[in-house]
């Protein structure tokens, strides 16, 4: 809560700093703020205005948790839209890494009170990332849908992947992909694409993957030829061979930052990739220069509904099929 707020014994304050860029969002999406019930998650001003980092952030937020609950209690929302980290961590639980604003912003979530739509704070915008003014509007919009359909959070099926995600496969089935892709190579009909990405000890951080340099080792390879489907092949034989048959065939391929990072490793562990390839990254980087690039994000403000970029190391399998259904979602 800031000086305005404080003075005035209410959230966001429509001439405060974080208050100004909230209404004029609300405004933006032809509403008014009497249509929302606004609340801070901690209703007092914390010493120095500060409450994220802090050595009393915890202590503070169960502080305000009961007042808190008194106002969901009173007002029953079907939907709650928690703006910057502290409020999804409070109202959902979720923390730690890949699970912060650039990671969840545009998810419904699911918490003890109900589902969550999580954004940025607007406060965060005023500092100087108004080009994220958009997200804040679509987060807005995706809550009141959420609170007018009844929509319920959905989580990533981890225990219940889709049918057509392959996360242990035989070589059988790592044939039978391959036969499907050559398939696909010679008549292409439909206009498929191949989705691929490689994992790597870099592989979830994109600045550190960037930087590193000279041959990195392969632990894993993913492909798909659609958005419900995908196929998990450890960088070994007999799946080694059966992906360089995959990435010599001519059919035009889609990756997510592979023109700077998952190409060159490639060729530097001596497989040839063949075709047209796209990177969805950087075709999404020129459409929307201002807006954050990473795959999660993207995805989000796409319709994706669940986020999976924290489950890297607790279900590398089905975080790498993930990664390649995705492109195929964006690109669909």
């Known amino acids: 809560m800031g000086v305005e707020e404080a003075e005035q014994g209410r959230g966001f304050v429509e001439w405060a ?38 050595p009393w952030e915890a202590e503070a937020v169960e502080w305000g948790r009961t007042y808190l609950e008194e106002v969901l ?4 929302p079907r939907a709650i839209l928690a703006l910057g980290n502290i409020a999804t ?11 912060g604003m650039g990671s969840l912003t545009g998810f ?10 999580s954004c940025f704070h607007p406060s965060y915008l005023r500092r100087g990332a108004m080009s994220l003014f958009g997200v804040l509007m679509r987060c807005l919009k995706l809550a009141m849908v959420v609170a007018k359909e009844g929509r319920q959070a ?16 035989t070589e059988e089935q790592a044939l039978e992909f391959a036969m499907e892709v050559q ?20 592989s979830t951080s994109e600045e550190s993957a960037e930087e590193a340099e000279g041959t990195q080792t392969i632990k894993s390879i993913q492909f ?43 060729r530097a ?6 075709g047209e390839i796209h990177d969805v990254m950087w075709m999404h980087h020129h459409l929307q220069p201002d807006l954050p690039r990473g795959l999660q994000f993207v995805a989000a403000q796409n319709g994706w509904p669940w986020p999976w970029k924290h489950l890297a190391n607790s279900a590398p399998e089905f975080y790498g099929v993930v990664d390649v259904a995705v492109l195929q979602f964006l690109v669909n």
């Open 17 to 54: 700093a974080a208050g100004s860029v909230l209404e004029r969002a609300i405004r933006r999406i032809g509403c008014d703020r009497e249509q929302f019930v606004m609340w801070n998650v901690v209703p007092v001003q914390p010493p120095q205005n500060w409450l994220e980092g802090a």
């Open 73 to 76: 209690e009173k007002y029953k």
């Open 89 to 99: 961590r409070a109202t959902t639980g979720l923390a730690g890494d890949k699970l």
């Open 108 to 117: 419904v979530l699911p918490s003890r009170y109900g589902p969550v739509v």
């Open 154 to 169: 959905v989580m990533p099926p981890v225990d219940s992947p889709p049918p057509g995600y392959v996360l242990y496969p």
């Open 183 to 202: 398939k696909h190579t010679t008549d292409n009909i439909e206009h498929r694409y191949l989705a691929y990405d490689i994992e790597t000890p870099w």
């Open 224 to 266: 798909s030829l659609g958005p419900e489907s995908g196929i998990f092949m450890p960088w070994r034989e007999p799946f080694l061979g059966i992906a360089r048959r995959c990435l010599g065939t001519r059919l035009p391929k889609i990756g997510f930052n592979n023109y700077r990072f998952d190409d060159d490793i490639i």
């Open 269 to 274: 562990n001596g497989v040839s990739i063949d």
